[in-house]
């Protein structure tokens, strides 16, 4: 195994161990995209690397490796994109709540007419 290899394995298991401490929720799974996006693109520096050099192919161990951690971080995205949805969702109903209150005071408003004699 070259050096470059072994860079590529390291990198996919502090992916994969970085993924395997995820508690669920979706401020941890913001740090742990953002985390996962440099070493993503270390992934991808390496792997050029070794396809110029012609070793790019991924062992077993790899590509099973990689298979979890694209699952897990579908799970990931997964909770990421429901709470952004339960974030507008509720954007949403604050703007239909200043809606209906601007409504509510706008029919109570009459025109006055004041006549002064003209």
């Keep these: 195994m070259t050096n470059q290899q072994s860079n590529r394995l390291e990198i996919l298991n502090q992916l994969s161990q970085g993924l395997q401490k995820w508690d ?13 996006h440099t070493l993503l693109a270390e992934l991808k520096k390496v792997d050029s690397m070794l396809h110029r ?11 099973d490796q990689v298979a979890t951690i694209v699952e897990s971080q579908q799970s990931l995205l997964t909770v990421i994109k429901k709470d952004r949805a339960a974030i507008l969702d509720k954007m949403k109903q604050m703007n239909q709540k200043n809606k209906v209150v601007d409504n509510y005071y706008t029919s109570f408003q009459q025109p006055i007419f004041v006549d002064r004699g003209m």
């Excluded at 669920?24 to 996962?36: P, R, Y």
């Excluded at 050099?53 to 062992?59: K, L, M």
Aim: glycine share 12%.
């Design 53 to 63: 050099q012609g070793n790019g192919s991924y062992t077993k161990e790899e590509q």
């Design 24 to 36: 669920g929720s979706s401020e941890q799974a913001n740090e742990i995209v953002a985390n996962n």
